[in-house]
């Protein structure tokens, strides 16, 4: 296992660095296209490499069910399984513990999920987790978690607290780098404790989970820049399954050094494009006879080749170029974003950059 991180330029809070892994080098501030399932959808990873992608994130949770992580292993891990040679991050399943509540039962020991594609039961034990991303190969991996669902009740809080803590004393790595999960929801009194406790463990990295859950923008800014005070500067902190190009840059610049969100590539295979000019919707009639690039400002194939009128076009007519094409390009648009603020944190300059 070899891993690190080293930040590089500061601009205030915000942090430029290196993570070093197993599989190369990250710059970050980072944004990890997601990969639920081993694959970004409709993104070779030829492309991914094209466009500056460094490490990509996949789920523990159905890449258990489906191929399974024995599968996996015999063909050498989740490398070599999917061909992608870089870094590689792996989330718990502790997000499908609230997207699949109708689905699981949570006890002290641990999550029984009835699988959502068949009903065969899936038990999920803290140590499980950890032996499940192992055997994947993951360079880092995340602890079983509990998030709190908005709006915060303090009954449920603090029972699911304790229990990400608990769990969180039972999950040990000798074969991945396995970052710490801070959870609190909204309660600055829950962050606070959630951050010392994992942060006396001395884990590699820390997470900042449970956010994106329906609460306000502003108080999620609130929150994230709140956590990130009790946290050491010198190890990376990763904002889990967040998330719009503004969410992003408002948690730069409270010291946060990594991000993941399905956002670019399900919006791609919506109709809706992230550009300089803000969120296109192009199923919109009014694209049907705009000749004009999707993004005028970016240099993609998406951009160089094809018009908005094309673009709708092939939506208009289900023909899967168009969310091929739409996904490459947000990917890309996250890309330049995180490749912009990190050139700002070096400047000294990231007080101009809007997302």
């Known amino acids: 296992m070899s891993f690190g991180f080293r930040v590089t330029h500061t601009d205030g809070l915000a942090r430029r660095g290196v993570l070093t892994t197993a599989h190369g080098p990250v710059d970050t501030p980072a944004f990890m296209p997601v990969g639920t399932q081993g694959a970004v959808k409709a993104i070779t990873h030829r492309d991914l490499e094209s466009i500056g ?9 159905h890449l258990y069910l489906r191929p399974g992580d024995d599968l996996i292993a015999r063909r050498g891990g989740l490398h070599r399984f999917t061909g992608w040679t870089g870094p590689i991050l792996t989330d718990s399943g502790g997000y499908q513990v609230f997207s699949l509540a109708p689905l699981r039962k949570i006890t002290e020991e641990g999550v029984t999920f009835q699988s959502h594609l ?48 608990a769990w969180w004393k039972r999950s040990r790595s000798t074969k991945t780098s396995l970052f710490g999960i801070i959870q609190g929801s909204i309660s600055p009194e829950l962050r606070k404790e959630s951050a010392q406790i994992i942060a006396a463990a001395d884990p590699p990295g820390f997470a900042l989970g449970g956010f994106s859950m329906g609460e306000p923008a502003a108080l999620m800014d609130e929150m994230v820049a709140y956590t990130a005070e009790f946290l050491p500067e010198a190890k990376p902190r990763y904002l889990m399954g967040v998330g719009m190009p503004r969410d992003i840059l408002a948690a730069v610049r409270s010291g946060v050094d990594m991000f993941d969100c399905i956002l670019p590539t399900r919006m791609g295979r919506t109709a809706m494009a992230f550009t300089s000019e803000g969120l296109l919707r192009l199923r919109n009639a009014k694209f049907a ?51 912009s603020i990190r050139q700002a944190i070096r400047e000294g300059t990231l007080g101009k950059v809007t997302a």
């Open 118 to 165: 068949d009903g065969a039961t899936v038990k999920f034990t803290p140590e499980r987790v950890v032996e499940i991303q192992e055997a994947l190969g993951s360079d880092i991996s995340m602890p079983l978690d509990e998030p709190i669902p908005f709006p915060l009740d303090p009954k449920i809080a603090r029972l699911a607290l304790d229990r990400t803590h």
């Open 289 to 339: 006879r705009d000749e004009r690039p999707l993004d005028p400002q970016c240099d993609g194939v998406c951009c160089g080749s094809y018009t908005r009128a094309y673009l709708r076009h092939c939506f208009a007519v289900d023909e899967m170029l168009g969310p091929k094409l739409l996904s490459l390009h947000n990917v890309r648009y996250y890309g330049r974003l995180m490749k």
């Open 53 to 61: 992608a460094e490490i990509l994130l996949s789920n523990t949770y």
